[in-house]
């Protein structure tokens, strides 16, 4: 990763060193065994190294190598779903504690940023859901009334006040939420790392799990060099799962979402674009999402892949975009470009999966990682430490569900995307 940027671009480039994490080398013994160095099981490791149990983190590349290190770091409240569809699909009383759970979502992750001294490039100026035309504005209407209802701070701006905040553009409306911002995705994930190290877990990166055996009392992980063995194991790899979590990755579709990101902008361009520096992105199907990082740069996001034909595609796409929705930018010129996968779920609402004895696993976020991993994380480890019971959890424990035609599916969502950025024009 270092210095990459097709892999993770902009954020490698410009985030802090990550901690020394080693490959494992040997056999050790831990309580609780995590796999994944991403949101959510860098914060489960804290917590539960907080708890006073010994936790050992394997990550099969580096801390932040998949989705955590490649998002556009807009920090969200909740779902994509509607809320009251979330509450009908999973029921009482899971639907409305995990909305609950969620809308405080940013809340903690923010907390725990400041309390940990984490430097990720925090901005907590909201974030903007623009409105598409008129049926992107009766969706985030009915958006805003159902936050309103559970008492957010939400409020819809109309397309006046939407084009002074985003500072170009035609969109009919934008959904504020005061909650939200965003961050610096990469240098949030090393920070965590760093967390939970001081807090006594241990973290192995370039440690493929191998094999996973129930030896009995206890489960033994075995990777190339070593292996661990523990009373419980957590599965945190979302859309980047290899053998053995493999049956838990065949749930999702993996969708590419790519980002670019512009040299640093002059003074007179930063107060004219974004000039409160709120996160945006857009109803529509293939939507487009845009941010600033700390140094001026203009981060432009959408659906798709970063490699072969689709490369040209979503490049010149967006270089049209920009012009379109920000003129005065003038020429494009992009300093980096890098796209990453989401785990997509049939209803788009994340999984609890108890796989076997003491074997339990969340995952996927549909592209609403960074809040909801982080408080998910949570969520596990005191599920683990016994500090919560199955019960009380924010979602219920279900079977693996497998898509039909699931790589069919992936492949016409990729296609898709390159179709309508080689089509269509908006903004």
Same mark, same amino acid.
């Given at each position: 990763?270092?210095?990459?940027?097709?892999?993770?671009?902009?954020?490698?480039?410009?985030?802090?060193?990550?901690?020394?994490?080693?490959?494992?080398? +040997?056999?050790?013994?831990?309580?609780?065994?995590?796999?994944?160095?991403?949101?959510?099981?860098?914060?489960?490791?804290?917590?539960?190294?907080?708890?006073?149990?010994?936790?050992?983190?394997?990550?099969?590349?580096?801390?932040?190598?998949?989705?955590?290190?490649?998002?556009?770091?807009?920090?969200?409240?909740?779902?994509?779903?509607?809320?009251?569809?979330?509450?009908?699909?999973?029921?009482?009383?899971?639907?409305?504690?995990?909305?609950?759970?969620?809308? %405080?979502?940013?809340?903690?992750?923010?907390?725990?940023?400041?309390?940990?001294?984490?430097?990720?490039?925090?901005?907590?100026?909201?974030?903007?859901?623009?409105?598409?035309?008129?049926?992107?504005?009766?969706?985030?209407?009915?958006?805003?009334?159902?936050?309103?209802?559970?008492?957010?701070?939400?409020?819809?701006?109309?397309?006046?006040?939407?084009?002074?905040?985003?500072?170009?553009?035609?969109?009919?409306?934008? @959904?504020?939420?005061?909650?939200?911002?965003?961050?610096?995705?990469?240098?949030?994930?090393?920070?965590?790392?760093?967390?939970?190290?001081?807090?006594?877990?241990?973290?192995?990166?370039?440690?493929?799990?191998?094999?996973?055996?129930?030896?009995?009392?206890?489960?033994?992980?075995?990777?190339?060099?070593?292996?661990?063995?523990?009373?419980?194991?957590?599965?945190?790899?979302?859309?980047?799962?290899?053998?053995?979590?493999?049956?838990?990755?065949?749930?999702?579709?993996?969708?590419?979402?790519?980002?670019?990101?512009?040299?640093?902008?002059?003074?007179?361009?930063?107060?004219?674009?974004?000039?409160?520096?709120?996160?945006?992105?857009?109803?529509?199907?293939?939507?487009?999402?845009?941010?600033?990082?700390?140094?001026?740069?203009?981060?432009?996001?959408?659906?798709?892949?970063?490699? +072969?034909?689709?490369? @040209?595609?979503?490049?010149?796409?967006?270089?049209?975009?920009?012009?379109?929705?920000?003129?005065?930018? +003038?020429?494009?010129?992009?300093?980096?470009?890098?796209? %990453?996968?989401?785990?997509?779920?049939?209803?788009?609402?994340?999984?609890?999966?108890? @796989?076997?004895?003491?074997?339990?696993?969340?995952?996927?976020?549909?592209?609403?990682?960074?809040?909801?991993?982080?408080?998910?994380?949570?969520?596990?480890?005191?599920?683990?430490? %016994?500090?919560?019971?199955?019960?009380?959890?924010?979602?219920?424990?279900?079977?693996?569900?497998?898509?039909?035609?699931?790589?069919?599916?992936?492949?016409?969502?990729?296609?898709?995307?390159?179709?309508?950025?080689?089509?269509?024009?908006?903004?």
């Amino acid at each position: 990763m270092k210095g990459n940027r097709k892999s993770h671009g902009l954020w490698e480039l410009t985030a802090p060193a990550p901690p020394y994490t080693g490959p494992l080398v +040997g056999d050790l013994q831990a309580d609780v065994v995590v796999i994944g160095g991403g949101y959510t099981g860098l914060s489960a490791a804290i917590h539960l190294a907080e708890g006073g149990v010994r936790v050992i983190l394997l990550e099969a590349s580096e801390i932040g190598f998949g989705g955590s290190g490649r998002n556009v770091g807009l920090v969200n409240a909740g779902m994509w779903v509607m809320l009251d569809t979330l509450s009908v699909t999973l029921g009482s009383p899971f639907g409305e504690r995990l909305i609950e759970l969620l809308g %405080g979502g940013p809340q903690e992750v923010f907390a725990s940023i400041e309390r940990h001294g984490i430097d990720c490039e925090v901005e907590r100026a909201g974030t903007l859901h623009c409105a598409a035309g008129r049926r992107g504005l009766e969706e985030i209407q009915i958006r805003s009334e159902q936050w309103q209802k559970r008492g957010a701070p939400v409020a819809v701006l109309d397309a006046k006040e939407t084009r002074r905040k985003i500072g170009g553009g035609n969109y009919t409306g934008a @959904l504020l939420d005061t909650r939200a911002g965003t961050i610096q995705p990469l240098a949030y994930a090393r920070g965590l790392a760093r967390v939970a190290l001081a807090a006594g877990a241990r973290i192995f990166a370039q440690t493929e799990v191998l094999t996973v055996r129930d030896m009995g009392l206890r489960w033994r992980v075995g990777t190339a060099m070593g292996s661990v063995r523990a009373e419980w194991v957590i599965v945190a790899t979302d859309a980047y799962g290899k053998r053995p979590w493999l049956r838990v990755q065949r749930e999702q579709i993996r969708l590419p979402y790519f980002n670019l990101a512009t040299r640093p902008l002059p003074d007179r361009l930063r107060t004219s674009i974004l000039p409160e520096r709120q996160g945006a992105w857009d109803t529509h199907e293939v939507l487009s999402s845009f941010r600033f990082d700390q140094s001026g740069r203009l981060v432009f996001g959408s659906v798709g892949a970063l490699e +072969g034909i689709g490369a @040209l595609v979503h490049r010149a796409w967006a270089v049209r975009s920009l012009r379109r929705l920000f003129p005065q930018l +003038g020429d494009v010129e992009f300093e980096a470009g890098w796209f %990453g996968m989401i785990g997509m779920t049939s209803d788009h609402l994340p999984r609890f999966h108890k @796989l076997d004895r003491n074997l339990v696993s969340f995952g996927g976020y549909n592209g609403r990682g960074i809040a909801p991993g982080t408080v998910l994380g949570r969520v596990l480890a005191s599920y683990v430490l %016994g500090r919560l019971a199955e019960e009380d959890l924010p979602l219920p424990a279900a079977p693996v569900e497998y898509w039909r035609f699931r790589a069919a599916r992936g492949a016409l969502y990729r296609a898709g995307s390159q179709l309508v950025h080689l089509t269509e024009a908006r903004l």
